[in-house]
């Protein structure tokens, strides 16, 4: 009888690597974000291997969530949660729960924690767990076991690894033997955000960072054909980008003593707490009208930005005129170039949204909203998505049947 324990098991284990291979959907799904891309960089010379797949593929802009930032928008896209729901509500951000700590991009520490992320169940998470194999070439969140689960692959965000070597991995990840080849991966690219903060629209430096992803791109768009592995492939950004000037700059030190709050986040907006509890002072001085930014207590937030009812949403939020930047003290970036986070129906925050293989048919589709992405994404690689803000109705034409 005991003998026929190890026989059984191995059999089951048989069974089960085979019924897990059965669930990978046919052709796997490469979504790849460019921060910071402007739709209208298309069709400027520079994107070659863009617009081929647009014009074998749909394309649309897309309206990010607010506040159009990195973070939060990465978040929703791969969970179909806004910001405001995530708890990913600014790339900088307080947690109550967390008294004197606070999540930024350059604190690992906390921005490495899954306290932050645990909050919703990224794509490559609900992936695994239904047996479709996923892999991460960075993604906001990727690095961190949300919920206790991590792509099969993933690597430590590192911006010094180059477009073309980000590139190779995912390469590398696709030739392999169909039995430990992902079926879901991401890929993603700062440096057209990082010209863009620094640099104007139409400026050299700026073109030459869009020109290089593009051809990072037709890269892996040519070794996909070269080794025969057919792919859908989405392309999204995050969000827009838009002028900043030195001459557009609303000075918090002029409005408040310094002392007197904690800024959690500058520039498009700021999230303010008072430094002590409920300082009226802080609340006064800066709830008042203002030429060129307004602020609100969070209860306040008018709701079409749908912002504002989580605990990470800090007391008060003043959300600068549209190209305008609010600062205490000196600005993070040098205000020659552009930034985002203002209001995400301005057209100057629109994304990209480029979707082109074998289950995507051809067109052009009406601009819709960035949660939307996450359905689809579910339906491509053949996953039961979460309940989500995202709507599966809006994309759902676009895949072949
Ligand atoms: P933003 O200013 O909102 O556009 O944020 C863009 C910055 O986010 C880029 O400069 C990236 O270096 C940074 N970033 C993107 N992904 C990650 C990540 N996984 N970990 C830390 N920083 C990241
Ligand atoms: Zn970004
Ligand atoms: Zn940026």
Redesign the pocket.
């Known amino acids: 009888m005991t003998r026929f324990v190890p026989l059984v098991l191995a059999l089951l284990a048989a069974l089960t690597s085979q019924s897990a291979l059965a669930q990978q959907p046919a052709v796997p799904t490469i979504l790849i974000s460019i ?2 891309f402007r739709p209208d960089y298309l069709g400027s010379g520079n994107t070659p291997h863009l617009d081929a797949l647009a014009a074998r593929g749909t394309i649309a802009e897309m309206r990010p969530s607010f506040p159009t ?3 939060p928008n ?1 978040t929703a896209m791969i969970t179909g949660r806004i910001p405001d729901h995530s708890g990913i509500v600014s ?1 900088n951000m307080i947690d109550p729960m967390r008294p004197g700590k606070s999540f930024s ?2 604190d690992a520490r906390q ?1 490495l924690d899954a306290f932050w992320w645990d909050q919703v169940e990224p794509l490559w998470v609900t992936a695994e767990k239904a047996g479709v194999r996923a892999a991460t070439m ?6 961190v076991a949300i919920r206790g689960v991590r792509p099969q692959d993933w690597a430590r ?1 590192d ?1 010094h690894v180059g477009n073309l070597q980000r590139v190779n991995t995912v390469l590398d990840w696709m030739r392999r033997p169909a039995d430990i080849r992902p079926r879901f991966v991401t890929l ?1 690219f ?1 440096s057209v ?2 010209a863009g ?1 620094r640099h104007a629209a139409g400026s050299a430096e700026l073109d030459a960072a869009i020109a290089n992803v593009d051809a990072a791109i037709g890269r892996l768009v040519a070794g996909l054909a070269a080794m025969d592995r057919p792919a859908n492939i989405v392309v999204v950004s ?2 827009g980008m838009a002028a900043v000037s030195p001459e557009r700059v609303v000075q918090l030190d002029e409005l408040i003593e310094r002392a007197a709050y904690v800024a959690v986040d500058t520039g498009p907006f700021a999230a303010i707490e008072p430094a002590v509890g409920t300082d009226e002072r802080v609340f006064d001085a800066l709830l008042r009208p203002h030429e060129h930014m307004q602020c609100w207590r969070k209860a306040d937030i008018p709701p079409h930005f749908r912002y504002g009812t989580h605990a990470r949403v800090a007391a008060i939020f003043c959300l600068a005129e549209n190209g305008w930047s609010i600062l205490s003290g000196p600005a993070e970036y040098p205000l020659a170039g552009g930034s ?2 203002w209001d995400n129906q301005w057209d100057e925050m629109r994304a990209l949204f480029i979707a082109a293989g074998p289950s995507i048919g051809q067109g052009a589709h009406q601009p819709f909203d960035n949660v939307d992405v996450y359905p689809l994404l579910a339906r491509l690689i053949g996953v039961a998505p979460l309940a989500s803000d995202g709507d599966a109705a809006t994309l759902a034409g676009i895949v072949r049947r």
């Open positions: 921060d910071g930032k990195t973070f990465h790339n991009l350059g921005a960075f993604w906001p969140g990727s690095e965000y911006e993603y700062e955000d990082t903060h995050d969000h985002h986070g």
